[in-house]
């Protein structure tokens, strides 16, 4: 009976040990391979389309110097901020919050600035990780 489960356990550990590993999907290896957010940084996709601001549809969408605000938002202590986009429409900036509790009160401060004029209602503090200020 003894000779029975030791066979019968190195026979499991062989099989789980040669086995060769799971293949991870096409969103995991993406997600993985950045070890980041998934959308663009808002200050580079900026550079990229060489303007100061959101331009969709003919006009600036959201603040007209998205790039001053960019920059005062990682001033303020945002760990990332990243661009949400339907394609390549900007809707938004994703920001993802630090630990200190004194940035984020600056970060939902300056996004409580841009909010109303956007008609979104106010955010606060609910200790989430990230914040998304809606153009």
């Known amino acids: 009976m003894f000779r029975v489960r030791i066979f ?3 026979s499991l550990f062989l099989v789980l040990a040669l086995r060769p590993p799971a293949q ?13 957010p998934a959308e663009p940084e808002a200050g580079r996709w900026l550079e990229d389309k060489e303007q100061p601001c959101f331009f969709y ?30 394609g390549d429409d900007p809707l938004g900036l994703r920001v993802y919050l630090p630990l200190d509790e004194e940035k984020r009160e ?19 503090e ?3 990780d990230q914040l998304t200020i809606w153009f």
Not at 66 to 81: K, M, P, S
């Open 126 to 128: 609910e200790g989430q």
């Open 24 to 36: 991870a999907s096409a969103a995991q290896e993406g997600e993985d391979a950045s070890h980041g």
């Open 57 to 86: 549809r003919g006009s600036c969408r959201g603040p007209e110097r998205a790039d001053t605000l960019i920059r005062r938002l990682y001033r303020e202590g945002a760990v990332f901020v990243g661009l949400v986009a339907s």
């Open 106 to 124: 600056e970060i939902f401060a300056i996004a409580n600035e841009l909010l109303p004029s956007a008609g979104s209602v106010l955010s606060r």
């Open 8 to 10: 019968a356990f190195f």
